[in-house]
């Protein structure tokens, strides 16, 4: 019957499944979405700090001030974030002390210190310095990686 006064086609749509009972192939609308989300994951990735690769960024917490490479860069432990752990994992320091925290792994990692972030996301070659506000115990954790555990000793 034509088409007139508003009636659709009566025609048949195409069926999802084939003669056998199976679904027919959806690989190309399958590639199509995976491509999608690839693209979106990509578009995504990076992050918000500009820092270049020749210019690692060197950040202080206590007030997390960006300092410049050439700046002082002393400190009285060392914490390195590398094969998803903190090595070492225990460090005392006395009160007023710096301790820096470098990342050598290929993933991003952050320095909570008491559950607070006080570095952001670090990249390999980033460098981070919490000065040490009192005595006491702080525990360092990674968002990222809950089996990166460390303890800070503040005498």
Same mark, same amino acid.
């Given at each position: 019957m034509p088409s007139a006064g508003g009636f659709r086609s009566m025609a048949r749509q195409p069926s999802p499944?084939?003669?056998?009972?199976?679904?027919?192939?959806?690989?190309?609308?399958?590639?199509?979405?995976?491509?999608?989300?690839?693209?979106?994951?990509?578009?995504c990735g990076g992050g918000g700090d500009n820092t270049s690769a020749a210019s690692p960024a060197i950040k202080t917490s206590a007030a997390t001030k960006t300092v410049s490479p050439t700046g002082d860069q002393s400190?009285?432990?060392?914490?390195?974030? +590398?094969?998803?752990?903190?090595? $070492?994992?225990?460090? #005392?320091? /006395? %009160?007023?002390?710096?301790?820096?925290?470098?990342?050598?792994?290929?993933a991003i990692h952050t320095v909570n210190i008491n559950g607070k972030n006080i570095s952001g996301n670090m990249k390999k070659g980033? +460098?981070?310095?919490?000065?040490? $506000?009192?005595?006491? #115990?702080? /525990? %360092?954790?990674?968002?990222y990686h809950p089996q990166m555990l460390a303890t800070i000793t503040v005498q």
């Open positions: 499944w084939n003669k056998s009972g199976t679904l027919r192939s959806w690989r190309p609308e399958i590639a199509l979405f995976i491509f999608l989300i690839a693209l979106t994951a990509a578009a400190a009285a432990a060392e914490i390195d974030q +590398v094969n998803l752990t903190f090595t $070492p994992n225990k460090v #005392t320091v /006395k %009160v007023g002390e710096r301790v820096r925290f470098k990342s050598s792994d290929d980033d +460098v981070i310095y919490w000065t040490a $506000p009192k005595a006491g #115990t702080y /525990k %360092v954790t990674c968002d």
